[in-house]
């Protein structure tokens, strides 16, 4: 018999429900989007949230990784000193950015309204102050690995603003600018309750130091371009995307129906980054690079074989897939899903090369590999979306997007086989071990279930 409470309180459990809350949120709020906002508007919506989780990577992307790292390490008074220097420093990041968007929206927003931008410049710098404490709180509850209440954050924001969304669907029917007041609402109440729950660490705000702040700002200022990076490997799609003046907006809407379809392929992924990466960092610090390999292994191989399945079924019925979370204003974008349905197959094997490598204090190195990607990306994405068009001046939009999709696929094989070339100067791994461990670690995964007959 399943020992289920063992399998409800693993932490890996724990991670992957958290992460497939966010999705299931995630998805069915895009599902209520999509049909209650016009294509355009809908582009605009994608371009405020995109946009916004660029600059969050941005901002948390300096201390979160590193927090996490020195954290599973630390007591007493180091950790509140860690914690705190962590809330300055996001807070500080928070001011300067506002300050910069506000100006920058003085200066040029006109033009910003125009091309669809207009929404970010003036309302983002409100929602990175109302969701600092609840980010936060993230950080901190991940580092200790209390997934469940992560769990329970997330269920507060996505779910109220979800909930909100099926009100306004079937009986308000309120436009964009009343969906975004809710956003933000939704956005401060959140922060305000792990506020009061003292889950974010505000409280060791006094207990900054200097100290602390450069050994979390030295670390994390690779990390921070690594995870910046990371996200303009996909947000880069949507903005040039936006720029072209054959596809806009409306590009954008459709690109990022089957771009949100990947995102389910994600969701494992995410969870098992965030359980891998503080043990392989108490591994490394112990300089255990044996164990690190393992660890690298075991989740790399699951994943893999768990894509495989995902990815088979996904490419079959990509069109039902599409239909399905867009509804009929975005009937035809199956075959761009099948792309990034191969680029979804890729990802444990980039993703988990990246954690490797910070977990043992080589961000540097993984800098310079999402470096290589972005740049890839990004050519390859002016050349579908600007060069393609004057010499083929019929080029479909659907065809467009298909190259788009083509060339993360050819930055995601780049970034595999730097990451490999990386991680191998520290790290015994060979590519071949992942498929042989990675069925290993299943029949592990059972034994310890306690099945029987």
């Given at each position: 018999?399943?020992?289920?409470?063992?399998?409800?309180?693993?932490?890996?459990?724990?991670?992957?429900?958290?992460?497939?809350?966010?999705?299931?949120?995630?998805?069915?709020?895009?599902?209520?989007?999509?049909?209650?906002?016009?294509?355009?508007?809908?582009?605009?919506?994608?371009?405020?949230?995109?946009?916004?989780?660029?600059?969050?990577?941005?901002?948390?992307?300096l201390t979160s990784t590193a927090l996490i790292r020195f954290l599973s390490g630390a007591e007493g008074e180091e950790r509140e000193s860690l914690i705190g220097s962590n809330w300055l420093i996001g807070l500080n990041i928070t001011v300067v950015l506002s300050i910069i968007i506000v100006?920058?929206?003085?200066?040029?927003?006109?033009?910003?309204?125009?091309?669809?931008?207009?929404?970010?410049?003036?309302?983002?710098?409100?929602?990175?102050?109302?969701?600092?404490?609840?980010?936060?709180?993230?950080?901190?509850?991940?580092?200790?690995?209390?997934?469940?209440?992560?769990?329970?954050?997330?269920?507060?924001?996505?779910?109220?603003?979800?909930?909100?969304?099926?009100?306004?669907?079937?009986?308000?029917?309120?436009?964009?600018?009343?969906?975004?007041?809710?956003?933000?609402?939704?956005?401060?109440?959140?922060?305000?309750?792990?506020?009061?729950?003292?889950?974010?660490?505000?409280?060791?705000?006094?207990?900054?130091?200097?100290?602390?702040?450069?050994?979390?700002?030295?670390?994390?200022?690779?990390?921070?371009?690594?995870?910046?990076?990371?996200?303009?490997?996909?947000?880069?799609?949507?903005?040039?995307?936006?720029?072209?003046?054959?596809?806009?907006?409306?590009?954008?809407?459709?690109?990022?129906?089957?771009?949100?379809l990947t995102e389910l392929l994600e969701v494992p992924l995410r969870s098992f980054l965030a359980t891998a990466y503080p043990k392989m960092s108490k591994a490394s610090i112990k300089n255990d690079v044996k164990e690190v390999a393992r660890i690298?292994?075991?989740?790399?191989?699951?994943?893999?074989?768990?894509?495989?399945?995902?990815?088979?079924?996904?490419?079959?019925?990509?069109?039902?897939?599409?239909?399905?979370?867009?509804?009929?204003?975005?009937?035809?974008?199956?075959?761009?899903?099948?792309?990034?349905?191969?680029?979804?197959?890729?990802?444990?094997?980039?993703?988990?090369?990246?954690?490797?490598?910070?977990?043992?204090?080589?961000?540097?190195?993984?800098?310079?590999?999402?470096?290589?990607?972005?740049?890839?990306?990004?050519?390859?994405?002016?050349?579908?979306?600007?060069?393609?068009?004057?010499?083929?001046?019929?080029?479909?939009?659907?065809?467009?997007?298909?190259?788009?999709?083509?060339?993360?696929?050819?930055?995601?094989?780049?970034?595999?086989?730097?990451?490999?070339?990386?991680?191998?100067?520290?790290?015994?791994?060979?590519?071949?071990?992942?498929?042989?461990?990675?069925?290993?670690?299943?029949?592990?995964?059972?034994?310890?279930?306690?099945?029987?007959?």
């Amino acid at each position: 018999m399943l020992n289920l409470k063992k399998l409800i309180q693993n932490d890996n459990t724990l991670s992957l429900a958290g992460n497939m809350s966010l999705s299931f949120w995630g998805l069915l709020s895009f599902f209520i989007l999509t049909r209650s906002l016009g294509n355009h508007e809908f582009g605009i919506w994608v371009l405020f949230i995109t946009a916004g989780n660029m600059i969050e990577m941005f901002r948390s992307g300096l201390t979160s990784t590193a927090l996490i790292r020195f954290l599973s390490g630390a007591e007493g008074e180091e950790r509140e000193s860690l914690i705190g220097s962590n809330w300055l420093i996001g807070l500080n990041i928070t001011v300067v950015l506002s300050i910069i968007i506000v100006i920058s929206n003085l200066i040029f927003g006109h033009h910003f309204d125009k091309s669809g931008w207009g929404l970010f410049f003036m309302w983002y710098p409100v929602l990175a102050i109302m969701n600092l404490p609840f980010n936060n709180a993230i950080t901190v509850l991940q580092a200790d690995q209390k997934f469940g209440k992560i769990l329970f954050i997330r269920t507060i924001s996505s779910g109220g603003f979800v909930l909100f969304l099926l009100v306004n669907y079937f009986y308000l029917h309120f436009g964009l600018m009343p969906i975004l007041y809710f956003y933000l609402i939704i956005n401060i109440f959140t922060s305000l309750f792990t506020i009061i729950l003292k889950w974010d660490g505000l409280k060791y705000l006094s207990k900054s130091n200097k100290l602390m702040t450069q050994k979390l700002i030295d670390f994390g200022k690779y990390t921070m371009g690594t995870l910046l990076g990371s996200n303009l490997l996909k947000s880069a799609d949507t903005f040039i995307i936006s720029l072209s003046p054959f596809l806009g907006p409306t590009g954008v809407a459709y690109f990022s129906v089957p771009l949100k379809l990947t995102e389910l392929l994600e969701v494992p992924l995410r969870s098992f980054l965030a359980t891998a990466y503080p043990k392989m960092s108490k591994a490394s610090i112990k300089n255990d690079v044996k164990e690190v390999a393992r660890i690298f292994y075991s989740y790399t191989g699951v994943l893999t074989y768990m894509f495989l399945g995902f990815a088979i079924l996904a490419f079959i019925f990509a069109d039902f897939f599409v239909y399905f979370l867009g509804g009929k204003g975005y009937i035809g974008l199956g075959p761009v899903y099948q792309m990034f349905v191969i680029y979804g197959l890729l990802l444990p094997l980039d993703r988990f090369t990246g954690v490797t490598l910070d977990s043992i204090n080589k961000p540097r190195q993984n800098f310079f590999k999402v470096i290589f990607m972005v740049v890839a990306n990004i050519i390859g994405d002016c050349i579908a979306v600007f060069v393609i068009p004057i010499f083929y001046p019929g080029v479909s939009m659907i065809h467009q997007l298909m190259m788009v999709a083509g060339a993360t696929i050819i930055m995601t094989i780049i970034g595999i086989i730097i990451g490999f070339h990386f991680v191998k100067r520290d790290v015994p791994i060979r590519f071949n071990d992942i498929f042989t461990k990675g069925i290993e670690s299943y029949g592990e995964l059972f034994s310890s279930l306690n099945l029987k007959k």
